[in-house]
């Protein structure tokens, strides 16, 4: 293979892996470090309506992913009630019913929103002009309010503004006090915008602030520019835009709470906010994956629990090629350091650290008594195993009565390693002497707590955990290590005296 | 303490990563490899080629096959039990002497045929072999090593690593065992390193644990008049080992035997770097030089070629007169 072809694969791996991981943390946002918090908001809507008797329905707007807030999860709670989500052009909906139900009835509806920096505006399809007809005197009124407006106007949105001034109170005229005694206020203005041709809709949303109970939602005007922009209007106060704590709750320009088979029907709101931790937030995001968000939180948690721990393997082995490439440290074994390091996680450093060199020795010297008995080395091998389990269960059940409970995870050593390491250790005690032993015994020991200290830190484990595009970036500077023809860091000690004459 | 990787540059020392891509993965197949870790396949292919080895004196294979060790051994004075597929030296035993009482090692220590069972038993169980596969232990016979060089080696056999290239004899030392290596002549467990003369065999350099050296440890034996005897015929029959294996990056250890001159004791396909220290020069320049030779040269001719570049300090010694030794030994 030539080498245009590997530096190919490992650019395209590079690349694939840059590019997931960018994609995951611009379309997801998922942060790049875990410490970062996270504003979520907490809103819960009370339905309430006194049931006739008979059947009942209660239709509940709900909300969608919108510019500045993205849906964590929502739950529902109205016990003997049946429940769907309906789903249309217009907007998701929640919908209640039951065969029978008398009295005051409560159904609650509560959603986690997640605070995004996500400026993007959606697509909301814009109402077609709706036919206006006025009856006298109000058709005359209509018609000065709108001249007035449009003559001080250069477009839909400044027409708006001016439509909506001269009904706020310094301004307001004899037409538009006469207009509000026979209409309300929101729906009257978007009746006059849509006379003028403007294309309008009231819709509702809902001011987020902290710890607010029993609130209702406020309506506001989607004003249309043309198809596809289109800006919010504050109706009291002809405010352009949307404020950062406005949520909108229903965007169709439908009625927020139907209810059939009720009276007294009214919605309230009460709300939240929380700081969590921004990996926790991403975590229980809706899974909408598709294959390039492809993602182990769709996983159960215990799977999740397993990857986490997998996922850092590639670390360790990065930092093993490291150590033995460019450092050219010695291990006994290729691989072992990282299998220790993993257990090192289970015990954390210190207990593992000391658990592990306490068994090794000891093993090494109940294996220096077997090399006498002149054993075949399957079985001696198995005899290793068992006295190290043997040794394990002294050493917990002596730390706990000494009441140490750290002891107690020495057992997630693997057994197999533990012994073959001993045997190893041993053969190379006998083959090459203390030293040796020494030398490579340290390098694996040093070597897997750096392996440790990287799949330990929280930074490593967010990202890897988080970011699948990292291990092919792992997988590319591990190919590129391996293409490494140089010396190694101890190899500059190892030829220094050649260097001398 | 440490050297700049400009100088090591500048002098041509070759690095792990560097052999490990550039000259073991380029050169050698890895479907080749059995040839050389099995001891055993090294020796009946040398004996096709044509190429001296020590005796043989038996193979054992089962583990009840070791009950057959003694009649085995029974009239020979000193053997060597050592795993076909060991690596790095691991498993070799050498008995020097044997008494009524027991195996005597060069070393002084006394074994006996339960200590020799027990190393059979784990030869064969894959404790000294690559990967722990189940090995054959082989019994040699002990090499009558030259009078000339016992002065230079302490307890055990002294050998020659002459490390081939594409054919061409590259780079020569001798390995001197000592009492910290306990009579192996491996340079990490503490042998002495002394670099040779491609073109006379002379010493040129010595070095022990990476440290340069004139004179022997344990001997005291100054090293700079060390002079391998028989040393064009003994690069002519290492040089033969890349036909033999087609192996192109190899490592041969050759030895001298009183009677029957050069033998091929070893083959060794991933050869070290301490060679380089012990002849205080890089191996960059020869492989470059050899990289850049026609392939189908004739073995004399490859290391007339060798004797003639690569001696030492661009000059050419007169390749010394030496009358042929006897050919007494057959080629096992």
Redesign the interface.
Known sequence: MSRLTFYLIVGLLMVLGIGTSLHRHIQMEVPWTPGEQRQVWEVEAVVDFTALGDSARAELALPSHQRGYRILTENTASPGYGLSFLQDETGRRAQWSIRSATGSQQLYYSVRLLVTDDKRKRQIARPPLRDVSWERPYDTAAAQVIERAWMRSADPYTFTRELIRDFSEDRQGENARLLLTQFERTPLLVRLLNQAGVHAREVSGLMLEDGRRRQALTPWIMVFEDEENWALFDPRTAEQGQPENLLLWETGGRAVLEVQGGTNSRVTFSMLSRSQPAAAAVRSQLADDTLLNFSIHSLPLEEQALFQTILLIPIGALVVVFLRILVGIKTSGTFMPVLIALAFIQTTLPTGLIGFLLVVSVGLVIRNYLSYLNLLLVARVSAVIITVIAIISIFTVLSYRVGLNAGLTITFFPMIILAWTIERMSILWEEEGPKEVLIQGGGSLVTAVLAYLAMNNPWIRHITFNFLGVQLIIMSLILLLGNYTGYRLLELRRFKPVTED | ?????S??LR?G?I????RN??YIGRYNSRRLYPLVDDKLKTKLLAEKHGITTPALIGTVTT?FGIKGLREMIAGHSGFVIKPAKGSGG??ILVIERVDQDGFIKPSGVRLGL?DL??HV??IL????SLGGVPDVAMIEGLINFDEQLSEYTYEGVPDIRVIIFRGYPVMAMMRLSTAASDGKANL??GAVGVGLDIATGTAVRG?QF???RRDHPDTGHELASLRIPDWTSLLELAAGCYEMTGLGYLGTDMVIDRDCGPMLLELNARPGLAI??AN???LRRRLDLVETQPEGVSVKDRVAFSQEHFARRGELRAAPAEPELAQSCAST
Request: proline letters at 3%.
């Open positions: 303490m440490w050297a700049r990787p100088q090591l002098r020392i690095g792990m990563n560097r891509i550039r583990q691991k498993g339960e069972h027990r038993s784990n169980s894959g404790l000294y990490h467990q070095v990476d440290r340069s380089q220290m205080g020069e890089g």
